[in-house]
Nanobody, 122 residues
Framework: QLQLVESGGGLVQPGGSLRLSCAAS????????IGWFRQAPGKEREGVSC??????????ADSVRGQFTISISRDIVKNTVYLQMSNLKPEDTAVYYC?????????????WGQGTQVTVSS
């Protein structure tokens, strides 16, 4: 059974950094793309970044690119995808989710993790 488990969230001060992890089981990262999404209170879920099954990296929207510094990567051996975030701002506070699909996931993708809370506050 395909499962995704996020971790690494927490409380961080403005300007700080966090690395989120998405541990996959039941499939190999060579077979699926993994996308990171976030949903802030009262806002719609938005895509952050995606890494395809071949390792190509995509940013979902230019608006996200300018908001904070992000880097997506994966460890094939650990079957885990990482989202490194830097220069975090209070508006980056959200629940961060990872999702899996044949191509870069969308909001309609079938496989999602449970999410990890990121809170940016002084």
């Amino acid at each position: 059974q395909l499962q995704l488990v996020e971790s690494g969230g927490g409380l961080v001060q403005p300007g700080g950094s966090l690395r989120l992890s998405c541990a996959a089981s039941g499939f190999a990262l060579d077979d699926y793309a993994i996308g990171w999404f976030r949903q802030a209170p009262g806002k719609e879920r938005e895509g952050v970044s995606c890494i395809t099954n071949s390792g190509a990296v995509k940013i979902y929207a230019d608006s996200v690119r300018g908001q904070f510094t992000i880097s997506i990567s994966r460890d094939i051996v650990k079957n885990t995808v990482y989202l490194q975030m830097s220069n975090l701002k209070p508006e980056d506070t959200a629940v961060y989710y990872c999702a899996a699909d044949d191509a870069c996931p969308t909001g309609e993708s079938k496989y999602w993790g449970q999410g990890t809370q990121v809170t940016v506050s002084s």
